[in-house]
């Protein structure tokens, strides 16, 4: 079967990886001219992991990874808000919980690919896709080169994906009400005392640091703002100094420590769940298909877990793909479409600007049961998969629904 896929971010190499251990030869094509060397850092959680695994990446990646042992959550005035266990969560979903730069990552999974004779050609941006006299979809490359496989894989991101244009007719992003500043701290000694993830709470605001090592933190600062407020300006880390000069240790530290060079400015954007995520032999994964708010902590998480399902669907479908194509959505929008709404849901209450709210929010989180949030995120994030922690095709109770844990991944 000649399958091509279009971007060669996570999601798509980790499908190419996917289908190449099932048999298949595909192709990635990028619309970059070199690997994505953008963004900060992923947190994957076990159900990455178990992912990974089967991929055979996930000791090279915990290589060049952390492993936190817990999540520490405070108020503005560094105040304790309680936390997550992660040794805990680990150890109930049977893998570990893997910290790492998103630019590692991706060389990880591109090294591993080309170990395997994956052709990954960048310098490809698709102008179109058409289709043809047969109702088949032709990719137009703006190098003037056209394919036609009999499945192509859609896996061009969330914010300019022509693949989701051809499949959905529709691609427009929906600005979420909050902006991120990310960036990466490199410090000569260590920027946190320990490998674990420590995020600041304030109103309208949050402060987030995940350690890869002591001295490596990737981090993000979200502030709650119109969409066009400061944008196109050059002074990103002035403007989060100033925005969290008044914060506890160590986020001004962490703030220092990074270059201007290493903090983007980003307008967060997701999109609305699709009814449907194929078109003619073309399918949706990844961003393209669901892209959740980084709130909802499991982006990269679930473009692994479209990896592993994919493969598995195509692998069963003999020489009918849109019968896959079918069994691969039933199987995984319930799924994706929940913790998109989880994640809009807990930035709702993390961005808030009423004070009362915000302090009504950290009272309740303050008295959650640390060992029943464990267990709910361990069964929403391992449902679907043949690991611990979770029960297959099993839906989540009221209580997975309004869980406060809603981490970055």
């Known amino acids: 079967m000649d399958i ?14 996917a289908l190449r251990k099932q048999g298949f030869s595909p192709r990635v094509f990028e619309r970059r001219r070199m690997p994505a060397a953008g963004g900060a850092g992923v947190t994957l959680w076990p159900n990455a992991s178990f992912v990974l695994e089967q991929l055979g990446v996930l000791q090279d990646i915990q290589a060049v990874g ?14 304790a808000l309680g936390g997550l266990d992660i040794e805990l969560l680990d150890r109930t979903m049977g893998y570990p919980t893997v910290t790492v730069l998103r630019r590692d990552l991706q060389d990880v999974l591109l090294a591993h690919a080309r170990r395997m004779g994956i052709a990954v050609e ?7 896709i058409d289709l043809d006299a047969q109702g088949k979809a032709v990719a137009r490359f ?7 496989p009999e499945v192509l894989i859609g896996a061009d991101g969330r914010m300019a994906s022509v693949t989701r244009q051809f499949v959905a007719g529709d691609n427009t992003p929906r600005y979420q009400g909050f902006v991120n500043w990310i960036g990466v701290a490199q410090g000569s000694g260590a920027l946190v005392d320990d490998v674990s993830i420590q995020d600041y709470w304030g109103t309208g605001q949050r402060f987030g640091a995940v350690a890869v090592r002591p001295d490596l933190v990737y981090w993000a600062a979200a502030q709650a703002c119109p969409l ?13 100094e100033h925005r969290f000069a008044q914060w506890p240790e160590p986020v001004s530290r962490i703030i220092r420590a990074t270059s201007e060079q290493a903090i983007r400015r980003i307008a967060v954007h997701d999109l609305e769940p699709l009814h449907t995520w194929s078109r003619a032999n073309v399918l949706l994964i990844g961003d393209a298909a669901h ?7 499991q982006g990269a998480c679930q473009a692994l877990e479209d990896a592993w399902h994919l493969a598995r669907c195509l692998a069963g479908a003999g020489n009918e793909p849109t019968e896959a194509f079918e069994v691969f959505t039933r199987t995984r929008a319930p799924k994706t479409a929940r913790l998109s709404e989880q994640g809009r849901g807990f930035a709702r209450a993390l961005f808030a600007t009423d004070a009362e709210t915000c302090r009504l929010r ?35 109770t009221e209580d997975g629904r309004d869980s406060v844990y809603r981490l970055r991944g």
């Open 66 to 79: 952390g492993r936190p042992l817990a999540m520490r959550r405070y108020d503005a005035a560094g105040n």
């Open 291 to 297: 892209a959740p708010l980084p709130t909802s902590g």
């Open 122 to 128: 960048f310098g490809h941006q698709v102008m179109a």
């Open 142 to 148: 703006e190098t003037g080169t056209r394919i036609c």
């Open 228 to 240: 066009n407020e400061g944008a196109g300006r050059a002074d990103d880390r002035a403007q989060v």
């Open 4 to 17: 091509a896929i279009v971007g060669a971010g996570i999601a798509g190499l980790s499908a190419a990886l």
């Open 362 to 396: 950290d009272a309740r989180v303050s008295a959650c049961d640390p060992a029943r949030d464990v267990q709910v995120l361990a069964a929403g994030w391992a449902q679907g998969l043949p690991m611990a922690g979770g029960m297959l095709n099993t839906p989540l």
